[in-house]
């Protein structure tokens, strides 16, 4: 089982719609969780982050945490064509800042 | 969050040389970490580098084909060895960072260098 596993995509939305990415991870212990995002020849750019159960909103963008489901969530509302990115779930297993990746969902935004 | 540049920026190299790739931090940081994302691809850890010790590399790679140099709190090397065309890729250095005030440990990334080995 991988340790961070996230929804197959791509994933394509109208423009205005939500986007819903989901991320499932296997260490019960884990403590941070975050969401990058990844723009076509470009390296990852951290959008959110997690740490509480609940949500968390940040203007257009909600994560939703479930530490008992050891699940996490994106939302994107209102989606626009330059929302249409790779994002990556990555998850803080531990100490000394490690992170562990999920192969990522691929956003397409339809004007 | 640090300013991380890399050089190059991308590079076309033949079968069995090796390259040096640079990163730079514009603030000391103690932990710099070095991947690997190959086309289409998530991010794979190849090592962690700190200063003042040796790299700590994760299954799957070794110290011969990607030796790396930690010599101060702003500046790391990785290189690729003897490489072959398996090692296309784009190569990324990222450092230790905290989610704007919250004190949560998180990376940030530098642009990346594109590998093409022919």
């Known amino acids: 089982q991988k340790e961070v596993e996230q929804n197959s995509g791509p994933l394509s939305v109208p423009e205005g719609a939500i986007a819903s990415l989901n991320c499932t991870y296997s260490d019960r212990g884990s403590q941070s969780f975050f969401w990058y995002r990844q723009y076509s020849g470009k390296s990852p750019e951290l959008i959110m982050f997690?740490?509480?159960?609940g949500d968390k909103e940040d203007g257009r963008f909600t994560a939703q945490l479930n530490k008992a489901s050891q699940y996490v969530s994106l939302l994107i509302r209102d989606s626009q064509p330059s929302d249409s990115a790779t994002y990556l779930c990555a998850v803080n297993m531990g100490s000394d800042y490690k992170l562990s990746f999920g192969a990522g969902t691929t956003v397409t935004v339809r004007a | 969050s640090a300013v991380i540049s890399q050089k190059p920026s991308r590079d076309i190299c033949q079968r069995g040389t090796s390259l040096t790739i640079q990163c730079q931090v514009d603030?000391?940081?103690?932990?710099m970490f070095w991947y690997r994302q190959q086309p289409g691809q998530s991010l794979t850890l190849i090592a962690t580098a700190n200063q003042g010790s040796e790299a700590t590399y994760e299954s799957g790679f070794v110290i011969d084909k990607f030796p790396i140099s930690r010599p101060n709190l702003t500046f790391s090397t990785l290189t690729v060895s003897n490489m072959s065309p398996e090692d296309s890729s784009i190569y990324l250095c990222?450092?230790?960072?905290?989610?704007?005030?919250?004190?949560?440990?998180?990376?940030?990334f530098g642009p990346g260098t594109r590998l093409l080995v022919l």
């Open positions: 997690i740490y509480s159960n």
């Open positions: 603030s000391q940081v103690t932990m």
């Open positions: 990222s450092v230790e960072g905290t989610g704007r005030g919250t004190g949560q440990e998180t990376q940030y």
